[in-house]
């Protein structure tokens, strides 16, 4: 993963900023949204900090967006500021060199560093960096090394791969621990021990529902696109007995919802693995997931409260202190808005994949949960998230039903749940007049530069000898016209009701009513016009030819011509 991105929580309608990161160049900038026109994204840039050690982690303080912290290859984390490139960043050692996995500020400006595992070390560091270094005036950081010290150590000789801080519980933090479970943390407990832990080993890429966080979700190791999401109300508390062992509870603790295969990969030997997960800043139950061949998949979840629990569940679900019965989580939808880069349905020259996404907190025109994504060209695009299709009907008369909905948001902001307001129904009738032009106003249209699919239905007319039939020809008519139109609501449903209407108007056994009905219908019009003819031929018995009465020949010879 080489570039990244972070949109800002404070941005607004007025002003919308964002973090561009630039992991191989070594370089943060913080960027103003001037304008979209539905295709590109134009930004100014208005801090830059290019003096950037090497690192492969890094966050985006939320305290103070000019604060940056990274976790360098050697251990040690660093904290930067945007506003100023020439001061000097504020290294935080460690005792033993080993790379930084993981960083994550708190809002009150705690900052949690996880590294890989060595022996007789804390791998989970937590530094207060607020009260030490960043309450001074100066826009300088300040170097007092030997007064900074952690105020809490935790996982002694284990790995942490990832961490992530509670928005409304500032002390408390959920991290993964390499191949053996994810903890959480209470950092206002002197003990050291974590307050609830899930056995697992999908450790990676901890991701916080910021609008219920009660959920999380977590990703597994490389090549393995498995996704879980997990409630922290049905995690167990942990004990120093259940910790090395893993007995009691925790074994039977679990996700509440899990993503198998999250990413298909066309061959076993190229399968992805998940570079990104993060959660809507605007709407609960979003959640985004970037793969590492630029699959970007959104999995829309939903509460499902179930009455018929049973006594099991309801009594670890009292034990917890909780009143009401334990939500059922499922996925409601999964909205799949970027192809990967090796899909062999699109053309890999004609399309640039993702290699980075975020959420925004704010809505998109439609009203509905928006993400900014840096694609492997450098151009940035939003994509909005497609709504439910409204519920219809199609009545026996041939009316259409449908549900009009509104949305609920204003000024282009979303809230934290669906605001769909019922405005009644939508009726579309059938129109009274013809639903298509006559063939003689469409084909001068049809001297447009051809489409494959017409250029092969001309070149099979060419092959053929004779004229095409009836049947033929009113079937191209059609297929000719709509490729160049999208037909009406109204347009549609008379082409489906068209039947009924002919039958109301008499269309039965007069061939001069018939003909007067389907007017504008050149070959049914001819149709009916042979028939009539052949009918009165056939009582002055003109049809009989060397013993043969060609009146018992059927209208299917005639609609194909295949006399």
């Not at 929580?9 to 949204?33: H, K, M, N, P, Y």
């Not at 050697?74 to 945007?82: C, D, E, K, Q």
């Not at 050692?93 to 993981?102: D, E, F, G, I, L």
């Not at 499902?304 to 059922?328: A, F, V």
Request: glycine letters at 6%.
């Amino acid at each position: 993963m080489e570039t990244a991105v972070r949109w800002s929580s404070e941005s607004t309608v007025e002003e919308q900023q964002f973090l561009l990161v630039d992991i191989a160049g070594r370089s943060f900038q913080r960027c103003r949204v001037e304008s979209y026109d539905g295709s590109e994204l134009k930004y100014n840039r208005i801090a830059t900090n290019r003096n950037v050690p090497t690192f492969q982690a890094f966050d985006w303080s939320s305290h103070d967006e000019n604060i940056l912290g990274v976790g360098e290859w050697s251990g040690s984390a660093t904290v930067l500021r945007l506003d100023a490139e020439q001061s000097s960043p504020l290294s935080l050692p460690v005792k033993s060199q080993r790379p930084v996995n993981a960083v994550s500020f708190a809002k009150t400006g705690l900052l949690a560093v996880g590294l890989e595992r060595v022996r007789n070390d804390s791998s989970l560091n937590i530094w207060d960096v607020e009260h030490r270094v960043l309450a001074t005036s100066s826009p300088i950081l300040s170097s007092r090394k030997a007064s900074l010290e952690p105020v809490r150590k935790y996982a002694s000789s284990e790995g942490i791969t990832s961490i992530a801080f509670f928005q409304h519980q500032p002390d408390t933090l959920v991290a993964g621990v390499k191949g053996a479970c994810i903890r959480f943390y209470d950092l206002r407990e002197n003990t050291g021990n974590p307050i609830i832990q899930f056995p697992t080993t999908s450790v990676h890429n901890i991701s916080i529902d910021p609008l219920d966080e009660n959920y999380f979700a977590s990703a597994g190791t490389q090549r393995d696109t498995t996704i879980h999401i997990w409630d922290r109300r049905v995690g167990p508390p942990s004990s120093a007995a259940s910790l090395g062992s893993g007995s009691g509870h925790n074994a039977q603790s679990g996700p509440v919802l899990e993503h198998r295969r999250a990413f298909e990969a066309p061959a076993p030997s190229a399968q992805p693995h998940i570079w990104s997960l993060r959660y809507c800043r605007g709407q609960s139950g979003y959640l985004g997931a970037l793969a590492s061949n630029g699959d970007f998949k959104v999995f829309e979840t939903k509460q499902n409260y179930d009455s018929r629990t049973n006594e099991l569940d309801q009594r670890i679900w009292i034990n917890h202190g909780q009143g009401s019965m334990q939500p059922k989580l499922r996925t409601d939808r999964v909205h799949h808005l970027a192809p990967a880069s090796d899909n062999q349905r699109y053309d890999r020259e004609a399309i640039t994949h993702v290699v980075a996404f975020d959420f925004t907190n704010l809505a998109g025109p439609k009203g509905r949960p928006s993400a900014l994504t840096v694609h492997s060209d450098r151009s940035m695009k939003l994509y909005e998230l497609q709504g439910h299709p409204t519920a219809f009907a199609l009545s026996t008369s041939g009316h259409l039903i449908g549900s009009a909905v509104s949305h609920g948001s204003k000024a282009g902001l979303s809230t934290q749940d669906d605001v769909f307001t019922s405005a009644g129904l939508l009726h579309a009738r059938p129109s009274i007049e013809s639903p298509v032009e006559k063939p003689s106003a469409v084909s001068e249209r049809l001297d447009k530069p051809a489409s494959p699919h017409r250029e092969l239905v001309q070149k099979q007319r060419r092959g053929r000898k004779g004229r095409p039939s009836s049947h033929e020809s009113h079937e191209q008519w059609f297929e000719d016209y709509y490729l160049y139109r999208i037909p009406t609501v109204g347009a549609a449903l008379a082409v489906l009701d068209l039947s009924r209407r002919r039958c109301v108007q008499g269309y039965l056994f007069d061939c001069q009513k018939n003909m007067s009905i389907i007017a504008e219908d050149p070959w049914l019009r001819d149709m009916w016009n042979w028939i009539g003819r052949a009918k009165r031929l056939a009582v002055e018995e003109s049809l009989v030819v060397r013993g043969i009465d060609l009146s018992y020949l059927g209208v299917y010879n005639i609609w194909n011509d295949d006399l």
